[in-house]
């Protein structure tokens, strides 16, 4: 039987999820129903079909007490919306239902969420708990178990803390269940903890997977550890990271930690970091192995630091494209779901042409569209491709040829405020060529460097009526170009 909390927010979200007009939302990434979202949770599959659950405050475009949305969908690109699948109304996460994840287990679909509490004690002092807990359902309605939490701090290795203790990743392994969880250490910084389970009730800690050791930002957040082309990847989301030379912004960030996992010891053995998304807006990613064996990640299109919707708007966050990752020469390649190609339309094709001046190509605008550019831009300084553009506005990606760098920025695209608006990826030397992949979805702009190699994933929201175009080049660029306007 559902909570009067979980009542109250189903049926706030249907009296005013029709008050945003189907023309102002992304035509095919996930954004909020109504109110804000935040990290995806729960990336399942559940009866044949794909489900994404998600950090939900129906009640206002700020984060605020965190419910769980739900979509599904039956390829990952075209969304049905469901009703809001879990509210705060326990005693045990009457402050929050924190991020977790999902599986799908005899039939039924198994929820592993942090459950929050945060208030003052009657001495005044201030008392935080993060628990672990779950729910279980049919794929619309979830039951908290009552044996909930499930994992308390009794189970944490010593010296950690009681309030950073969340984002539990859920598997299914040799009949056990297991999860990661993010924890904060006794040095204060970030560490992965294993746990154990055979009944989904009673837990153990298996070991610490990794830590930061203030080396790699401080706590670390949204864990998921997989197995994928014969590499362990443990995925990290680390917090309060100093920017450095090889890619990681102050701030917020995302990490894939590559290597091998020792099941006998207990140990990952990390041998390589390499940063996810090099963009302006992403974050807490997950994954999950599809029917088909291919493993998929989804990520927040968002941040915590650089709010740019604009203040009429009546939603804030969206969600990825889904992302098939795999290992290439020890690397993370990620590439948007062949799913895509099903909603192609419009194709326009150029072969080999030459740029070296800014143009205007017949059939090449829009703001909901999948574009592959390969660019020759040996015999140039930098290679420009302004989108989201009319007289007023316009969001441009450059390649600087020489130094093997992409920049985004959206300076002129229309946001009032001081924010950061550029950033830059470093992109092998290939003697000045470039294949880029370039997925726009009228608000953000998700670029797919050397066939994945590298990614850059920003939002942008100008006016829908900026549509065009342009390409440019300071000396001559060779342009071989295919775009397909999406249509759902």
């Given amino acids: 039987m559902s909570s009067s909390v979980l009542e109250k927010a189903r049926d706030y979200e249907n009296r005013f999820i029709e008050s945003i007009k189907s023309e102002e939302r992304p035509a095919f990434h996930i954004s909020a129903p109504i109110g804000w979202i935040n990290d995806p949770n ?3 599959i559940f ?10 405050n129906p009640y206002g475009t700020v984060w605020g007490p965190m419910h769980w949305g739900h979509s599904k969908s039956k390829d990952m690109i075209k969304w049905q919306q469901l009703p809001v699948a879990m509210a705060p109304d326990s005693k045990y996460d009457i402050d929050g239902c924190f991020s977790g994840s999902a599986i799908e287990d005899n039939n039924k679909h198994i929820l592993m969420y942090t459950g929050v509490v945060d208030k003052k004690n009657e001495n005044g002092e ?33 010296g950690s803390s009681f309030e950073d203790f969340r984002d539990p990743k859920i598997w299914k392994e040799d009949g056990d269940f297991y999860s990661v969880v993010a924890s904060r250490s006794k040095d204060g910084s970030g560490q992965i903890l294993m746990f154990k389970s055979e009944n989904l009730k009673t837990w153990e800690l298996v070991t610490i997977l990794d830590k930061s050791e203030n080396k ?19 995925v990290i989301s680390p917090q309060e990271v100093r920017a450095t030379k090889d890619g990681f912004h102050n701030g917020n960030n995302t990490a894939f930690l590559i290597g091998e996992y020792d099941k006998e010891n207990k140990k990952f053995n990390r041998e390589k970091t390499k940063v996810i998304d090099f963009g302006l807006d992403f974050y807490a990613p ?18 915590w630091e650089n709010r740019i919707i604009p203040n009429e708007f009546k939603w804030c966050g969206m969600m990825t494209i889904p992302r098939e990752i795999r290992i290439k020469d020890n690397n993370v390649i990620q590439t948007p779901i062949k ?5 192609y339309g419009d194709t326009v094709k150029y072969e080999k042409i030459t740029i070296d001046k800014e143009v205007s190509l017949e059939g090449i605008n829009g703001r909901v569209l999948d574009m592959t550019l390969d660019i020759d831009a040996s015999k140039a300084e930098e290679f420009e ?10 969001t441009i990606i450059r390649y600087y040829s020489k130094r093997n760098t992409i920049e985004f920025d959206r300076s002129y695209s229309g946001k009032y405020g001081d924010i950061l608006h550029k950033r830059e990826m470093k992109v092998k030397d290939n003697d000045g060529k470039l294949r880029m992949r370039l997925v726009l979805d009228k608000y953000s702009a998700e670029i797919f460097a050397n066939d994945g ?9 100008t006016p829908l009526d900026a549509q065009d175009i342009t390409l440019s080049s300071k000396g001559k660029s060779i342009l071989s170009i295919e775009k397909h306007k999406i249509d759902i």
């Avoid at 009866?47 to 939900?56: A, D, K, P, R, T």
């Avoid at 491709?385 to 316009?394: G, L, P, S």
Wanted: include cysteine; charge should be negative; glycine fraction near 6%.
């Fill in 47 to 56: 009866n044949e079909e794909y489900h994404l659950f998600y950090q939900y």
């Fill in 42 to 44: 729960g990336f399942s």
């Fill in 216 to 234: 790699l930002g401080r706590m670390w957040e949204c864990p998921d550890f997989f197995n994928i082309d014969g590499k362990n990847v443990l």
């Fill in 339 to 343: 799913e895509i190609e099903n909603y």
């Fill in 126 to 158: 201030h008392y935080v708990r993060q628990v672990q807990c779950i729910a279980i359902g049919d794929g619309e309605n979830y039951f908290k178990l009552d044996s909930n939490p499930v994992i308390t701090d009794e189970l944490l290795p010593e």
């Fill in 453 to 461: 190699e590298q990614v850059m994933t920003s939002t942008f929201y």
């Fill in 385 to 394: 491709i302004k989108f989201a553009k009319n007289n007023e506005y316009e």
């Fill in 286 to 303: 997950q994954t999950f192995e599809d029917k088909d064996g291919r493993r998929i990640m989804i990520g927040w299109m968002h941040s």
